[in-house]
């Protein structure tokens, strides 16, 4: 079954830096999404891209926060200073071709660990 | 937002089957059903979805009472593998992003 790449699996970080998460989503999908899940909480919704540009963001996805998809097959998200309530699981996500079909649905990536200290 | 309602936790015996139950009132006439579950911090995996109509696949039977304002996803046979949170999410099957509620831990017992 194709899947959804996502590394590192473990990004380590100083309060600060720049971080870049990186995802390769199933290469025929059109949308594409960013979720977070800090440790012992729900999964959230951080942002959707679709056509080359961002078609519903949360209220966490604020201007620290940026995404791209800088050569037609890798997804990333951008994370300009980050702090310490960063630290989270993130995962991507892409789905189907836009048949709007019942076989349309989210394959989730195995996500990135990043700690922020 | 999530718009769904789940137990927080279920235990189920192994090879019994497991029930677990969603309410979805507030459900849009277009909105689909999803089942997804996460096992540990993994990416959350699909399992079943529909619409109306009563679905089944190989991991799962998904029964949508015909109001659609609830639904039930069933394990036939419960493996200690299945222990994992089990979310029940309403979503439009073309581009659009899933909110998740709290879910229910389920944990299989020997």
């Known amino acids: 079954e194709p899947e959804v790449t996502q590394t590192p699996s473990h990004q380590v970080t100083q309060m600060g830096q720049e971080v870049i998460l990186r995802c390769v989503p199933i290469?025929?999908?059109?949308?594409f999404y960013w979720y977070r899940q800090i440790l012992g909480q729900k999964v959230e919704f951080l942002v959707s891209?679709?056509?080359?540009?961002?078609?519903?963001k949360s209220e966490i996805f604020d201007d620290q926060f940026s995404v791209e998809r800088p050569d037609g097959s890798n997804f990333t998200l951008k994370i300009r200073s980050t702090k310490l309530e960063d630290s989270a699981m993130y995962f991507c996500a892409s789905s189907g071709g836009g048949t709007g079909t019942k076989e349309e649905k989210l394959f989730f990536g195995s996500g990135t660990q990043l700690s922020v200290l | 937002d999530a718009k769904t309602t789940q137990p927080p936790s279920m235990d189920c015996a192994e090879g019994r089957a497991a029930n677990l139950p969603c309410n979805h009132s507030t459900i849009s006439g277009n909105e689909y059903v999803y089942w997804y579950r996460q096992i540990h911090s993994q990416g959350p995996q699909y399992i079943i979805h529909g619409l109306k109509n009563n679905e089944t696949n190989e991991m799962a039977s998904l029964i949508i009472t015909e109001d659609r304002k609830s639904s039930t996803l069933i394990l036939p046979h419960a493996t200690l593998r299945d222990t994992a949170v089990y979310y029940c999410i309403l979503g439009y099957p073309t581009g659009n992003q899933f909110y998740f509620g709290t879910g229910t831990s389920l944990t299989v017992i020997p």
């Open positions: 290469s025929n999908h059109l949308y």
């Open positions: 891209f679709y056509n080359n540009e961002i078609s519903e």
